[in-house]
């Protein structure tokens, strides 16, 4: 294999498939960026077995052929090569790098043991607004559960249904969900559970502007293809919680409040507690007000912020970090927190979009009386 590319190129290419390269193995190929160079173009594909990464960019091949580099390794490198032109070529197990007045030599893999990646998906065809699949995202991975220890919370669950699309996540403590709008499926009714880390890679591509997107499932893999990106990742396959069995119907304490206000108070009130396992602030609401507090052995704080509350008054701890994701994630001034008691889960929603809806598990502590 011999080709010429410019640095730039090669650098952002690098930089985007190195993220599916999987992490320690015992299959060193894993950890490896295939690089396979034909007619007038250079193809980079890593992947961990879950998640795929394919990026093409163009290059002058002089002799076509496919190898594999060590993917992190050769991302540090060429990292730092970004203002100069390219000169790759490879013998047997050895590639040297030509660039300015300067040769470097890395040691490389054949690309014979390297995992197919099935690029092949378009059973299923799903079209969003490329803004509406951000905002989709953004309102509910952050929700996925981290541990293994309950594997499909890692996932978020995508329902279509005619024109609108539903994701969920939840990790055991609180639950985020969210619907818009899909401009065109070709199957009328649909449910998968994507892995949050293919989201989150998915929403890192996703240009800025008006445009569309679209998914294409089959077989339980998804894939989506973004300029000369290509990413594919396996789905999860299981029986995901129904919502609509955990959010409750009706409420007895409703209080409508200024977003800003909240959040600064609750931030505050979070600094003195966050080196706590819950992050612990209290919530004590009555008629007019909600008064925030938190205790550690660094200090304590008090605020009260100006509310709107219908119903009984109510005294109810919470994890500061679950409450500030849940307000950042909503976008209207005045926001709606409804309770029924201090036991029971809350749900946090903008007072006119109700598109989106946090709900948060209290936490039990011997400071409420």
Do not use: W
């Not at 590319?5 to 390269?21: H, M, P, Q, W, Y």
């Amino acid at each position: 294999m011999k080709l010429v590319c410019e640095g730039i190129n090669l650098s952002d290419a690098v930089l985007k498939v190195v993220k599916a390269c999987a992490g320690k193995t015992t299959v060193p190929v894993m950890e490896c960026i295939k690089l396979s160079a034909k007619n007038d173009s250079l193809t980079l594909t890593a992947t961990d077995g879950e998640i795929s990464i394919q990026k093409k960019i163009k290059a002058e091949i002089y002799e076509e052929g496919d190898i594999c580099v060590p993917g992190r390794y050769f991302a540090d490198f060429i990292k730092k090569l970004e203002g100069v032109q390219i000169t790759l070529s490879v013998e047997e197990r050895r590639m040297e790098l030509t660039y300015a007045d300067s040769q470097t030599y890395m040691q490389v893999l054949p690309a014979d043991d390297f995992p197919r990646v099935d690029t092949d998906i378009n059973e299923n065809c799903i079209v969003l607004s490329t803004e509406e699949l951000k905002k989709l995202i953004n309102s509910t991975s952050f929700c996925c559960a981290t541990d293994d220890s309950r594997p499909i919370l890692k996932g978020c669950q995508m329902i279509v249904e005619g024109d609108k699309i539903f994701m969920t996540a939840l990790d055991g403590f609180r639950l985020a969900t969210a619907q818009g709008k899909v401009i065109s499926s070709t199957a009328e009714n649909l449910e998968i559970i994507c892995p949050a880390r293919t989201l989150n890679e998915i929403e890192k591509m996703l240009p800025s502007g008006e445009g569309e997107t679209e998914l294409k499932v089959q077989h339980g893999l998804i894939l989506i293809c973004v300029e000369d990106t290509v990413l594919t990742s396996r789905l999860y396959t299981g029986d995901f919680i129904k919502k609509d069995n955990i959010i409750p119907k009706s409420f007895n304490t409703v209080v409508k409040v200024d977003r800003e206000s909240l959040k600064a108070s609750i931030e505050r009130a979070a600094i003195l507690v966050r080196n706590d396992k819950n992050s612990l602030i209290i919530f004590d609401i009555t008629s007019d007000r909600i008064e925030i507090t938190s205790n550690s052995e660094i200090g304590n704080v008090l605020e009260p912020v100006k509310a709107q509350s219908e119903g009984k008054d109510l005294k109810i701890a919470m994890n500061s970090k679950f409450i500030i994701e849940a307000i950042n994630a909503l976008s209207e001034e005045n926001i709606v927190l409804s309770f029924n008691n201090n036991v029971q889960p809350f749900i946090c929603q903008n007072e006119g979009d109700k598109d989106s809806l946090y709900l948060i598990l209290p936490v039990r502590t011997s400071n409420i009386a």
